[in-house]
């Protein structure tokens, strides 16, 4: 059993909500990343999205595209995400790691060496935004070599078709979009986002993630009660821009934010 | 004239001998191309190129596009023969497709007229383009006047600055046009700004892209539409001198009036294809936008094609004297073309694509774009070593009035 399906699997004992905040490799620099890994472990965090910079991250808002730029202004590579997921291992064996980015990084390295680099890494799973089901054959070969879980995203206007289809890849959990828009939207509608659950719950077993435009906790209150798991995203990364104190005092900023999450999450 | 309009048509669209179908069903040609893009794209992709395959075949829609083409764009254009200039370089006969004396000024309104027709037959009411120089910008803004239509045009901020007149004249248009301040400020960052819009307002909006690349089915439509270029220039041709021509020379940014001026001839096996990049300052200083000589394959907007690219997989930014060739991509099409052969892809640094452009200008009274001085500088390269009589045609795909400003500038002119 993968780690991401042990996590679901003992959370759902709990009757407990997942949370997955979101965070930019390298951003702000990439010395905080790992100290920003653990900070969220110790705010709540069930699982953590690791974001790998691009320099056209065509399906993220203002927030995620600055996040994507500080961190290239140090030149954090894949190949250095990676190390970080490394590094984060040698004090936490537990949380499981998802690695988020775009397809064009990953194409370069070659799809098998960075499955292999990832798993001795320590990463769980993987999620390539501008990858859709269709064209992920060749890496879903590498990744399911190696057992990272290949997480796929469904949209509010995903055809009946593709759900199924999705529905049949897609390991560890499925991860639904709130809302037609980019990453940071603000037009997230609760009782759509449920009934849409609804209909995909009839055709999987899969943990049923939601993110996209979850601004504060009382939303992620709301989607938790109705979905497996609450993605924290461009509310938490507006956090890391927005700190202008000391840098070794961000980790300790960050877990505060995110506690606020968990506690709204455990209200429930 | 009119003869040669409605055989040159676009009844003819789909030429059954075509020795090369391609694309496939999922839009890939090869290894390229195909559909890169976050889900909540999928769907609307799916429903264009529902709407796209059926309006293509509809005798009704293929009516109107002709009719606008003829009436409204100003179609057939010349194939001109440029004898003088010809005289000049050699032995070669060098005939010029003009697509500089379309309405707007460049092939660019081919394509936006009839993605803006699919648009209203889709019952989508406001389109959006992404623009580098604002040629399609003015293009897409001109078509949404012509049909009534809310526009909007992305367009990097370092290229507004640059293109102050295309901006007014888009605004004059009706068209809002939002600077995109992400990244390097230019036409790579307008298109992922559009494809942000249109992932946000899908139920009523057309993303109108101006070039052969983007997620299927953009690469093939956009080539649908301006392959009327070459199927008038092989018809003209044929007309003029009584055989095919023996070379074809276009531009290629993105590639759209290179594949609008080959696809007609790709089954003619003794034709040649010369497709001319931007050399910028040249590819040994690293500041150009020379994909297909000087990149590799990867996966950006939507499709896999060759890009400049760093080590670590980050898109690298592009430099040219023409803003239209300014992009770090390339259609998959042309990506294709070149790693079977059938078509070559060479490079013309900025100063050569100056010269040319004076040369012209001087010769035959002609001012071209920057972009197609690539490909006339191309042909000042090749004529003087091919065979007497030997028939080039070069796509002369916009007007330079655009370009005077810069030409001034590299002169050390102040106007």
């Given amino acids: 059993m993968s780690k991401i399906n042990h996590c679901f699997t003992t959370l759902r004992q709990k009757a407990r909500t997942a949370l997955i905040p979101f965070i930019t490799a390298g951003d702000p620099e990439p010395e905080m990343t790992v100290p920003l890994m653990h900070a969220l472990v110790k705010g709540g965090a069930d699982i953590i999205e690791l974001g790998i910079p691009f320099s056209d991250p065509m399906a993220d808002g203002p927030v995620i595209q600055r996040a994507s730029e500080r961190a290239l202004v140090h030149g954090t590579s894949l190949r250095d995400v990676i190390a970080m997921v490394a590094d984060f291992r040698k004090d936490n064996s537990e949380t499981p790691v998802v690695l988020m980015g775009y397809l064009n990084p990953v194409e370069v390295m070659g799809y098998l060496p960075f499955a292999d680099t990832s798993a001795n890494a320590g990463v769980d799973g993987v999620l390539i935004v501008d990858l859709p089901p269709e064209e992920a054959g060749s890496l879903r070969v590498s990744l399911n070599q190696k057992d990272l879980d290949q997480i796929f995203l469904i949209a509010p206007n995903t055809s009946e078709e593709r759900l199924d289809m999705i529905c049949n890849l897609a390991r560890g959990f499925l991860y639904y979009v709130s809302l037609k828009g980019i990453t940071g939207s603000d037009r997230l509608d609760v009782d759509s986002v449920k009934e849409k659950l609804q209909r995909i719950r009839t055709r999987t077993d899969l943990p049923l993630g939601v993110g996209f435009g979850i601004k504060d906790a009382r939303t992620a209150a709301q989607l938790g009660k109705i979905s497996d798991a609450v993605i924290i995203g461009s509310a938490l990364v507006e956090r890391i821009s927005a700190f202008n104190g000391k840098t070794d005092e961000l980790p300790g900023v960050i877990t505060i934010f995110l506690s606020s999450i968990r506690h709204a999450l455990d209200a429930v | ?415």
């Avoid at chain 2, 009839?114 to 120089?133: P, Y």
């Avoid at chain 2, 007014?168 to 600077?179: C, D, I, S």
């Avoid at chain 2, 939507?302 to 770090?328: F, M």
């Avoid at chain 2, 065979?387 to 370009?403: A, F, P, Q």
């Fill in chain 2, 1 to 415: 004239m009119h003869k040669m309009n409605s055989e040159a048509g676009t009844a003819h669209l789909y030429r059954s001998d075509m020795a090369v179908q391609l694309p496939d069903e999922a839009g890939h040609f090869g290894p390229y191309g195909g559909r890169f893009v976050a889900e909540t794209l999928m769907g609307p992709l799916e429903e264009l190129t529902v709407a796209y395959k059926r309006y293509i075949q509809d005798p009704d829609f293929l009516a109107e596009f002709d009719d606008e083409l003829r009436n409204y764009v100003g179609r057939p254009s010349p194939l001109y023969h440029a004898k003088r200039w010809s005289e000049k370089l050699g032995v070669a006969q060098i005939y010029l497709k003009r697509e500089d004396l379309n309405h707007t000024g460049a092939h660019k309104i081919n394509n936006t007229v009839g993605q803006a027709l699919l648009a209203k037959r889709m019952g989508k009411n406001r389109v959006i383009a992404e623009t580098g120089a604002g040629q399609h910008g003015v293009a897409t803004a001109t078509v949404a006047a012509r049909l009534g239509m809310e526009c909007v045009v992305y367009m990097g901020s370092e290229d507004i600055r640059r293109q102050a007149i295309n901006v007014f004249r888009m605004k004059l248009l009706g068209a809002v046009v939002v600077p995109v301040e992400a990244g390097s400020k230019t036409l790579k960052d307008a298109l992922n700004e559009a494809m942000r819009d249109w992932v946000s307002h899908v139920d009523n909006t057309f993303y109108i892209i101006g070039t052969v690349a983007g997620p299927h089915p953009y690469p093939v439509m956009v080539r649908d539409f301006q392959a009327i270029i070459g199927r008038e220039a092989r018809q003209q041709c044929i007309q003029q001198t009584g055989r095919l021509p023996d070379v074809l020379i276009a531009c290629v940014g993105g590639g759209s009036n290179a594949i609008g001026l080959f696809y007609p001839f790709i089954g003619d096996r003794n034709v040649a294809m010369f497709g001319v990049e931007a050399g910028g300052e040249g590819i040994e200083t690293g500041r150009h936008a020379a994909s297909l000589n000087a990149g590799s394959p990867g996966v950006l907007h939507g499709n896999r094609t060759y890009l400049l690219e760093d080590k670590d997989g980050q898109i690298i930014e592009t430099h040219s004297v023409s803003a239209g060739l300014d992009y770090p991509g390339v259609g998959p099409e042309h990506a294709w073309l070149k790693d079977s052969g059938r078509a070559n892809y060479v490079v013309i640094n900025d100063d050569e694509a100056l010269a040319a452009f004076h040369d012209l200008t001087r010769t035959e009274g002609i001012m071209p774009a920057l972009e197609s001085s690539h490909a006339l500088a191309y042909a000042t390269k090749l004529a003087p070593e091919t065979e007497k009589d030997r028939i080039i045609i070069v796509n002369l795909s916009g007007r330079g009035d655009k370009d005077i400003h810069t030409v001034a500038t590299r002169a050390g002119i102040d106007i």
